[in-house]
């Protein structure tokens, strides 16, 4: 079984990887990608693989958007941290799913059930596909969020943030005057965020829309970003996003 990975988190690939490898199947893993370009430009040179394993959120954008821009006739199991909003479009068109952190027992239900029946995925319509991309909007523009203060919990305002960083598998969010560990993950957290006011640079910063101060171009044509209260931590826009990130900061 030839299998693509669409995944834009290392530890997420590598995890899934791990759990493959534990499985009764055999596999061939053809390529890891991290973004909508890099999965459009990959079908179109090479043959569709058996089983394309496909996060929600990539580097440059959500995966759906890859449908409008090219067929896909693979096969799909999305992998995704949202919540049942989401879920619940998958068990209505009838795409498999893998909920994050993905369980042993639940990848081997997929691939058997992939096994069983070769229709895991038809091409997916401009309908389903319209459908998916709402249910992924809808739960957005969240106003609180929990953060740990001393041996507890207190609540925030979104509003509040500047900016959210993963370092060393934890998550921090940074405003004027504090930094907060947040116990969630950087998908799970990006996918509650109003998107007009968040936007994610890379695989691991969100920022604010409000806390960018100037915007310099940089190796590789990424740009740089200054922001409020920077923490030592440096900001760098992917190449992918970079484009998007500027239509983003004009809207």
Do not use: C
């Amino acid at each position: 079984m030839k299998i693509l990975i669409v995944e834009d988190e290392p530890r997420a690939a590598s995890q899934l990887r791990s759990l493959l490898n534990k499985s009764v199947f055999d596999f061939e893993i053809l390529a890891i990608i991290d973004s909508v370009e890099d999965t459009v430009s990959w079908f179109g040179k090479n043959m569709a693989p058996d089983l394309v394993f496909m996060d929600v959120q990539l580097a440059d954008g959500l995966s759906f958007e890859i449908f409008q821009k090219i067929e896909v006739t693979a096969p799909i199991i999305f992998t995704t941290a949202f919540d049942q909003y989401a879920i619940q479009a998958f068990k209505v068109n009838s795409i498999d799913y893998l909920l994050k952190p993905i369980k042993q027992n639940d990848l081997d239900a997929a691939l058997n059930k992939f096994s069983k029946s070769k229709s895991l995925s038809n091409p997916i319509g401009p309908n389903i596909l319209k459908e998916l991309l709402s249910s992924i909007q809808t739960p957005q523009k969240r106003s609180g969020i929990l953060v740990k203060e001393g041996s507890g919990f207190v609540q925030i305002r979104v509003s509040e943030l500047l900016y959210i960083y993963s370092q060393d598998s934890i998550t921090f969010g940074v405003t004027h005057n504090k930094r907060y560990i947040i116990d969630e993950t950087m998908d799970q957290l990006f996918g509650s965020l109003d998107d007009t006011k968040f936007y994610r640079i890379n695989r691991g910063q969100i920022i604010s829309k409000i806390s960018v101060q100037k915007i310099e171009p940089y190796f590789n044509h990424r740009v740089k970003l200054s922001l409020s209260n920077p923490r030592d931590q440096e900001f760098i826009v992917s190449r992918q996003k970079t484009s998007d990130f500027k239509d983003w900061m004009n809207k």
